[in-house]
Nanobody, 124 residues
Framework: QIQLAESGGGLVQAGGSLRLSCSAS????????MGWFRQSPGKERELVAA????????HYADTVKGRFTIDRDNAKNMVYLQMHSLKPEDTAVYYC?????????????????WGQGTLVTVSS
């Protein structure tokens, strides 16, 4: 059973940058699709970035495309989300997630493991 733990959230001004980290333990990430979801009050949790097991294929929500980058270091069992040009609407709790298979498997009902979440607050 894999355990995930996020870090790196915080308060940032609009236009700023943050880098979130997700540390995995219990098993290797190397065969798992990994993703970052976010959830803001009153809204459904949504997938913002996903990576295939190798990192060779990535997917981004339209709302973050060109501003966020997901990458992973399977040797270190780490996944990252680099966020630039942050907007107040990016304010949310960000969750790291893992799933078997391709990045398509990263749906709310199919995620195998979730982190506890890290809060990102973007002030205007």
């Amino acid at each position: 059973q894999i355990q995930l733990a996020e870090s790196g959230g915080g308060l940032v001004q609009a236009g700023g940058s943050l880098r979130l980290s997700c540390s995995a333990s219990g098993r290797t990430l190397s065969s798992l699709a990994m993703g970052w979801f976010r959830q803001s009050p009153g809204k459904e949790r949504e997938l913002v970035a996903a990576s295939s097991w190798s990192g060779g294929t990535t997917h981004y929500a339209d709302t973050v495309k060109g501003r966020f980058t997901i990458d992973r270091d399977n040797a270190k069992n780490m996944v990252y989300l680099q966020m630039h040009s942050l907007k107040p609407e990016d304010t949310a709790v960000y969750y790291c997630a893992a799933a078997q298979g391709s990045w398509y498997a990263l749906t709310l009902n199919n995620v195998d493991a979730w982190g506890q979440g890290t809060l990102v607050t973007v002030s205007s």
